[in-house]
């Protein structure tokens, strides 16, 4: 059963517009959960991070929401560039000790000039 | 070089062959991973290293054998694969164990014929 979930496989967006690539999780004793790119041919990129005890997170162009009560974070990219046009993964680990990372399955963003 | 490397970058190989998987990290960073990316499957962790110690096995068929000989190198021997193990395989390193952002290879996609 997958813990870490993204149900859109894809979204198309216009250049200038914002993106809003969502995930839900199952298990709540997630707390800290990463966003990674990845384009064709290479390993994922780390994006940015949110702890469970904030509920927004900034960087430049890229902000993580966080809804603890509703299992919920979603990724805001504005203004949405072609050169963002990758898979964007979900992850989190699970608590204090956690190593293991849990990815959900990606979204494919497509942004159109 | 910089960052993770894996090599090969692509690699065909038989059911009865034998093969390895090298993994390079010049971050200077004490845990490395081993993922498997299947087509339409999230991540999956494989196997986690910290300070050439194995912590963590995600009941891994045994044809694939993890070698840490330190903390820069991570191998994947492979052995009497099946067409199912055909996947991109992914190397990620870590500054630390437990809760930390962690740096991934371009990854090796493999076919098993």
């Known amino acids: 059963d997958q813990q870490v979930k993204q149900n859109s496989p894809s979204l198309s967006v216009q250049e200038g517009r914002i993106s809003i690539l969502n995930c839900d999780y199952t298990n709540s004793m997630f707390d800290y959960f990463l966003w990674y790119k990845k384009y064709p041919a290479e390993g994922p990129t780390f994006l940015i991070s949110?702890?469970?005890?904030?509920d927004k997170n900034e960087d430049g162009r890229f902000t993580v929401f966080l809804n603890k009560s509703a299992k919920h974070l979603s990724l805001h990219i504005v203004p949405s560039q072609p050169g963002d046009s990758a898979v964007y993964f979900c992850?989190?680990?699970?608590?204090?000790?956690?190593?293991?990372?849990?990815f959900g399955k990606g979204t494919k963003l497509s942004v159109i000039p | 070089e910089t960052g993770v490397t894996q090599t090969p970058r692509h690699l065909v190989m038989g059911m009865t062959n034998k093969k390895s998987l090298k993994c390079e990290q010049h971050?200077?960073?004490?845990?490395m991973y081993w993922y498997k990316q299947s087509a339409k499957k999230p991540l999956e962790l494989m196997f986690v290293y910290s300070l050439e110690e194995r912590v963590e096995n995600n009941s891994v068929p045994s044809r694939f054998s993890p070698e840490c000989p330190n903390s820069s190198h991570l191998f994947l021997h492979l052995h009497t694969l099946q067409p199912e193990d055909s996947a991109l395989y992914l190397c990620a390193s870590s500054p630390g164990l437990y809760y930390n952002e962690q740096f991934f290879g371009p990854g090796t996609r493999l076919t098993v014929l």
């Open positions: 992850a989190g680990y699970t608590g204090a000790g956690s190593y293991q990372l849990t």
């Open positions: 971050l200077g960073h004490n845990a």
């Open positions: 949110i702890s469970s005890i904030k």
